[in-house]
């Protein structure tokens, strides 16, 4: 029976109940002022999840550190015992790390501070405080220990710093969201990822319809200079990368969108192609794209890569599918080596190399291997906890959760007493999140007493069903962020609203929406911060609200069934409101404009144009882009209807971090900010914008830049 059916009566006061509290909870998340980091929830900034990130293993193998994005700290952790060492704050959203060469020194990518941390590793405390360029997001040091490189995900670019004393030397020109970094292993090379594809530039006008491309970007390490760019052609993501210890086989994760097709193909398989970049010696002169999905089972939103000391295997963590997938490195290649390529989009051909998919927590992100490859550390950053693979049996052997301000290690029992407890309370304890080696320090019999105290003693593991938060209450609003990241309610788990949101934000890509009809209406993916009360969504405005938007929409035509409950689609809505603007790199620090934004800003408020003309109210940039969030929610005609679409009626979009969303308007066809005067507005319908010199024009856009 339909969910709605089912309902019956009641589905309409409760809709209206669920209204209201979305609507008084987000109220009360919004914080009014510049924020630093996303709210996390109604009671407070952090709510007190770590959500690990990232994780790393000191060169002795000794100490287990765990970044901490949410509590803003990075983690130390005896890597044997798995017991708390000390937690150190640094800045805010910290998004990458990584340890000298001599192990000494941790340093840690500040995103949202626009930093970086350094850290004394035997101290265990932070030394020294170095700003960087626009959102850096990883950092290595080179061999020698002369050098700092830092991925700028905003910046686009590579900063090159003095690692001693932190200074600046000179930046690097990278990809569109440079933000992975991997030294190679003899250190003569480094090489960069990209999360968002290039703007390709405009020749025929129909860039918006061409498939994405991104690149690997490789740095010569001791002259600081880019020498090469590998074209990476059809992909938009790309995350971490790991390089094999004899520098003969590179591998990144990555995102094969299929956003030339119509959604209507999701069940052929058309949405997205997860795979893996080869390149190096191993794979020849160019690079090779290998899937990881298979027929019936997606690698949703691939992210950390680990290969073994040996060569043996490549470890893929996938954050949607919440699994570790493991790949045969011989078997890849012999594959690679006597097939025909392109590979890309064969289900079967996973089958040649995929050895096994291990199940781990919420969202793992990133991979740690032990020096002799025997344990894999997996970051899994929406349940709180750090997965510990035995990598000859290919399963967690241990869990490690991180919630709250203390680190707990799990503890063996008797395999036989904890199968009977999880039987005993009907699988409502999740015994085997922490036990599932099933090793004991003490033989435990498992008498009716024994089991009575097991229980007791695990009372506070009972939790919902998608969270495992260690003792904690989860909240709707962590709730909704496991929602949005987990790929569990498509079909055949093939795609999350993380997939087009990557790190909650957008994609940089155009996409063929069915329900406007085939062909028709290619729309520009949107950001999503800072949405919260700018409906109607969507560029024609036809959903009123949040739950509309991500609710029986989102199911009929990407998900292709029906899985929100009433309480799921709350908690979704809840986090996707919570959702605040990153800084804004464009503004002062004290608030002031430049003198450019000052000019910029009267060209935005004018009222009469050069030649002393009036500007009608409604043509005036102020008045659709009005109020905090620079839209006045409303429908209008601008001149940019295309030939493919089926109305140029459209909701003016909010300005809130417009430089980083590019390329613009409805279908992503002006390439810059300028090309939206330039070249779609010949009529003066966006704005009075023909009277202004390249110079004024500048102005404006600089001011823009601002809002």
């Known amino acids: 029976m339909n969910r709605l059916t089912q309902d019956g009566l009641r589905y309409g006061a409760y ?309 570790v997938t493991v790949v045969d490195v011989p078997r890849l290649l012999r594959f690679i080596h006597t097939h025909n390529s392109p590979f890309a989009q064969d289900l079967s051909a996973s089958a040649n190399y995929v050895v096994t998919r291990i199940p781990v927590g919420l969202n793992p992100r990133g991979l740690a291997l032990s020096r002799d490859g025997r344990r894999l550390f997996v970051a899994n950053r929406l349940d709180d906890t750090v997965s510990v693979i035995d990598t000859r049996a290919n399963r967690v052997v241990s869990t490690i959760t991180l919630a709250g301000s203390n680190t707990t290690p799990s503890h063996p029992f008797n395999e036989g007493a904890v199968n009977i407890a999880s039987g005993a309370v009907e699988g409502n304890i999740i015994c085997s999140k922490c036990h599932i080696d099933g090793r004991t320090q003490s033989q435990i019999a498992p008498t009716s007493k024994d089991l009575e105290n097991l229980i007791d003693k695990h009372q506070k593991l009972m939790v919902p069903s998608l969270a495992s938060s260690g003792s904690k209450t989860v909240s709707p609003l962590r709730r909704g962020e496991q929602i949005f990241y987990t790929s569990r309610f498509s079909f055949r788990g093939q795609i999350g609203c993380a997939n087009c949101h990557i790190d909650s934000t957008f994609d940089g890509i155009q996409w063929n929406l069915e329900p406007d009809g085939f062909g028709r209406n290619t729309v520009d993916n949107k950001i999503l911060e800072g949405i919260k009360d700018t409906e109607p969504y969507k560029w024609t405005g036809t959903n009123p609200n949040i739950p509309t938007e991500c609710g029986p929409r989102t199911e009929k035509y990407f998900w292709r069934s029906e899985n929100y409950d009433n309480s799921a689609l709350a908690d979704l809505a809840v986090y996707v409101r919570s959702l605040a603007p990153r800084p804004n790199r464009w503004r002062q620090g004290n608030g002031e404009l430049t003198a450019a934004q000052e000019r910029g800003k009267a060209i935005f408020e004018r009222t009469v144009d050069k030649f002393k003309k009036p500007v009608s109210e409604s043509n005036r940039c102020s008045n659709c882009h009005s109020g905090p969030k620079g839209t006045n929610q409303k429908i209008f005609d601008v001149g940019t209807r295309k030939p493919n679409d089926n109305t140029g009626n459209l909701k003016t979009p909010p300005l809130t971090n417009i430089a980083l969303t590019a390329p613009y308007l409805h279908d992503g066809s002006a390439r810059s900010l300028e090309e939206i005067w330039t070249i779609f507005n010949p009529d003066d319908k966006h704005g009075r914008t023909n009277d202004l010199t390249k110079d004024e024009l500048n102005d404006l856009i600089e001011y823009l830049k601002s809002r």
């Open 15 to 323: 809709a209206g109940f669920v209204a209201v509290g979305v609507a008084l909870l987000s109220t009360a998340l919004w914080t009014g002022g510049p924020v630093r980091a996303a709210v996390q929830s109604e009671t407070s900034a952090s709510e007190d999840y770590a959500s690990p990130l990232e994780v790393l293993l000191s060169p002795d193998g000794a100490r287990l550190f765990v970044l901490c994005q949410q509590s803003n700290e990075v983690r130390v952790l005896n890597a044997a015992s798995f017991a708390a060492i000390k937690n150190i704050a640094v800045g805010h959203v910290p998004r990458g790390f990584s340890l000298s060469p001599k192990g000494d020194k941790l340093f840690v990518t500040n995103a949202w501070d626009d930093t970086i941390s350094v850290i004394d590793t035997k101290a265990l405390e932070v030394i020294n405080t170095w700003p960087v360029g626009a959102e850096p997001s990883s950092v290595v040091e080179d061999r020698a220990g002369k050098r700092l490189f830092v991925a700028n995900r905003i910046s686009d670019d590579i900063a090159v710093l003095d690692a001693r004393t932190g200074v600046e030397e000179k930046r690097l020109a990278a990809g569109r969201g440079a933000s992975y970094l991997a030294l190679s292993s003899d250190g003569s090379r480094i090489y960069v990822t990209h999360v968002y594809p290039k703007i390709i530039p405009r020749s025929t006008g129909l860039e918006n319809r061409l498939p994405p491309e991104s690149e690997v970007t490789e740095i010569d390490a001791i002259r600081a200079v880019v020498v090469d760019r590998v074209q990476l052609r059809g992909i938009a993501g790309v995350f971490h990368l790991a390089l094999s210890p004899d520098g003969r086989l590179g591998v990144a994760a990555e995102y094969h969108p299929k956003n030339l097709l119509p959604l209507a193909h999701v069940d052929h398989g058309g949405a997205f192609t997860y795979s893996l970049e080869l390149f190096g010696a191993d794979v020849g002169k160019a690079p090779v794209e290998v899937p990881l999905d298979e027929l019936d089972r997606y690698a949703s939103q691939p992210f950390g890569v680990a290969i073994a000391p040996d060569k043996s295997r490549i470890y893929v963590s996938c954050g949607g599918s919440e699994i």
